[in-house]
């Protein structure tokens, strides 16, 4: 129940953001006289529809897969009054990026209400304001779990936190790994907290010779606390996020590059690190599975927080990747438009379809590809 609860609070967040991103488009276009015809939450079949007072009309669909909005002349070459290709090259920037500014906003508002009841600390160097800072202690918790070491073996599920370890009062996920390994091998006492219930149980250690001595990953997150300063916070970490992922962006690719042309080298030294490097990008990518999966199951287990965060998060790389020049995204169409208004060139509607298609088509490729990551990582 727990991973079908997570899946479904996956999917009314995704459909969140994703409306959140349209409807940044649908504004801007009627701002700049572009008519808006429908607006949808979720994808067809439809389930629901009204005609609003504006003349846009307003539709729920049976797919819970995000959402859509569909200009009037939704093509570069269209030239009718209230059509979207007769904007101007100004205009039609405005409207590709008002979805990468809903997005933003979005991340920026949630990190700032999080940096009132306490935003997680995740980089060493994360934005603060100097004499509006609270560091909040946060209990070690259960991250990950071995099969059929001690801590499963146990009864302990992912998510509970650690009060108390081999009679040891346990502050930081450091002093608790110092704990398993002076008691490798023994039964002790574990005190811990499961759904706001503290619990008892013994343990008994592994040696350590086919593995861990408690067989769990741990996790830590302190929260930053601030009061009148946590919208400077909140827009200032996301600008940081923002540049974070940007540059791991550029990492992955790098890697990825280099991953693949050095399989080719004859060196077996050479292929080994390749293989490490694509697997830091293997390891570091989450498609649909992932994120659904096991990402927001996990974020809810481990509480509002984590869940608040991970939206923001999430929202934010929405943005990013969508001012990336891939042709089926916002960035691509604007990057198309740049290119032929450089060159001369008319785009045609027919040019532009297949420019949109290619480029839709490898995007499913490589979130088909993305999905099967995730399957073989799931077993």
Sequence with gaps: MGLLFGIIVGLFILVFLVVAHELGHAIIARRNGVVVKEFGIGMPPRAWKKKLKNGVLLTLNWLPLGGFVSLKGEYDAADKPGDYGAATFWQKTRILFAGVVANWIVAAVLLSILAVTGIPKVLAD???????TTIINQPVMIAGLTAGHAAEKAGIKTGDTIISFAGQQVLTADRMIELSKQNKGKTIEVVYNHAGVEKSIQVTLGTGENGGY???????????????????VGVATTAQFTWLTLTSLGDMVVNLSNGLISQLNPDAGVRQQASAELKSVSDGVAGPIGILGTIFPAAQQAGLTQLVFLTAIISLSLAVMNILPIPALDGGRWFTIVVFKLSKKKLTKEREQKIQTVGFSLLMGLTLLVTIVDVAKLF
């Design 214 to 232: 408690f067989g769990a990953s741990l996790g830590q997150r302190d929260l930053i606390k601030s009061t009148w300063s946590a919208p400077i």
């Design 126 to 132: 994360q934005f603060t304001v100097v004499g509006d």
